[in-house]
């Protein structure tokens, strides 16, 4: 039997923040989950988004420090219903005080696209067909 992928997972900063992002792109976490140094939430196809604090790493890995220097080397690849919604979630998410990377353009490749960091500087794309 072979490994399967079952959740991807994010070091955060702010717990309350990283929630607060994410659930504006629509992943749903437990009520309550601000105060909780682990979070998840279902992703489609029943795979998971993981978020776990810095204090709750460094508690079995005391030598944990974030990646430096360089651009993102990951991303999360959200899909919009259409390109105008991948103008509007950017401005939202922007407008809510989180850094835009990219702004929405049409790129060659056929699609409606966009970049923003979430909380922790993690590259956030959205997309969607044009």
């Not at 437990?30 to 204090?55: F, I, K, M, N, Q």
């Not at 990219?102 to 500087?121: I, N, S």
């Amino acid at each position: 039997m072979a490994p399967r992928v079952d959740a991807f997972g994010l070091v955060v900063a702010d717990m309350s923040r990283s929630l607060s992002f994410y659930r504006r792109l629509g992943l749903v976490f437990p009520d309550g989950a601000e105060s909780e140094p682990h979070a998840e939430a279902p992703l489609p196809g029943g795979l998971r988004l993981l978020l776990d604090t810095v204090e709750t790493v460094r508690s079995f890995d005391p030598g944990w420090e974030p990646p430096k220097g360089g651009g993102a080397r990951s991303a999360l690849a959200f899909a919009c219903a259409g390109p105008a919604e991948v103008d509007t979630v950017y401005a939202e998410l922007v407008n809510a005080g989180h850094e835009g990377h990219k702004e929405p353009w049409d790129a060659f490749w056929g699609q409606r696209y966009a970049v923003v960091h979430d909380p922790d500087g993690n590259a956030v794309d959205l997309f969607a067909p044009l």
